[in-house]
Antibody, heavy 120, light 108 residues
Framework: QVTLKESGPVLVKPTETLTLTCTVS??????????VSWIRQPPGKALEWLAH???????SYSTSLKSRLTISKDTSKSQVVLTMTNMDPVDTATYYC????????????WGQGTLVTVSS | DIQMTQSPSSLSASVGDRVTITCRAS??????LNWYQQKPGKAPKLLIY???SLQSGVPSRFSGSGSGTDFTLTISSLQPEDFATYYC??????????FGQGTRLEIK
């Protein structure tokens, strides 16, 4: 059974750095042509792809947020970590991690999401 | 970035109706197009991948078609559980994956 679970702070202050962890089970982060992505959704708004990382360590980032994002994985811990620097209230959103499979990079399993609020 | 435009933005329909949602890419994306369904307060669910392949466990009333720049998601006979928001997503450019703005399907 494939599961993903996001963890991290529910509240961050403006200018702080957000660190989110996705812990996966039911598959390995070393599985060929599989990976994990981070996707967010501000309240009442559309989905936004943030970043992804594949088993071969290939990484990709949102063009508009690239300078603020870092994605990494620890295969032994079955975890993928996303950091986002210089948080702003507009970054308030539910953050999801999802398993992706190539080459169409379809997100076939999702975590439940974690709401992160940016406020002083 | 490749822009994805869905139409309509919202849609009212009745149980049993045939519904079509369109997604247009700002440039050709071959068949690198996926469709998701999202219900309020829940994570999205993959329905269709590679434009026309039905994800395992998804009812056959859902179908996808298209290639290049124009794609459609069709629900052949709406069921009560199908009222939700639908998103398309392109993965042609893995350097910058993008979603459409969503189509909200409501009960008439």
């Amino acid at each position: 059974q494939v599961t993903l679970k996001e963890s991290g702070p529910v509240l961050v202050k403006p200018t702080e750095t957000l660190t989110l962890t996705c812990t996966v089970s039911g598959f390995s982060l070393s599985n060929a042509r599989m990976g994990v992505s981070w996707i967010r959704q501000p309240p009442g708004k559309a989905l936004e792809w943030l970043a992804h990382i594949f088993s071969n360590d290939e990484k990709s980032y949102s063009t508009s947020l690239k300078s603020r994002l870092t994605i990494s994985k620890d295969t032994s811990k079955s975890q993928v970590v996303l950091t986002m620097t210089n948080m702003d209230p507009v970054d308030t959103a539910t953050y999801y991690c999802a398993r992706i499979r190539g080459p169409v990079v379809a997100a076939d399993y999702w975590g439940q999401g974690t709401l992160v609020t940016v406020s002083s | 970035d490749i822009q994805m435009t869905q139409s309509p933005s919202s849609l009212s329909a009745s149980v049993g109706d045939r519904v079509t949602i369109t997604c247009r890419a700002s440039q050709s994306i071959s068949s690198y197009l996926n469709w998701y369904q999202q219900k309020p307060g829940k994570a999205p669910k993959l329905l269709i991948y590679a434009a026309s392949s039905l994800q395992s466990g998804v009812p056959s009333r859902f179908s996808g078609s298209g290639s290049g720049t124009d794609f459609t998601l069709t629900i052949s006979s709406l069921q009560p559980e199908d009222f939700a928001t639908y998103y398309c997503q392109q993965s042609y450019s893995t350097l910058s994956i993008t979603f459409g703005q969503g189509t909200r399907l409501e009960i008439k």
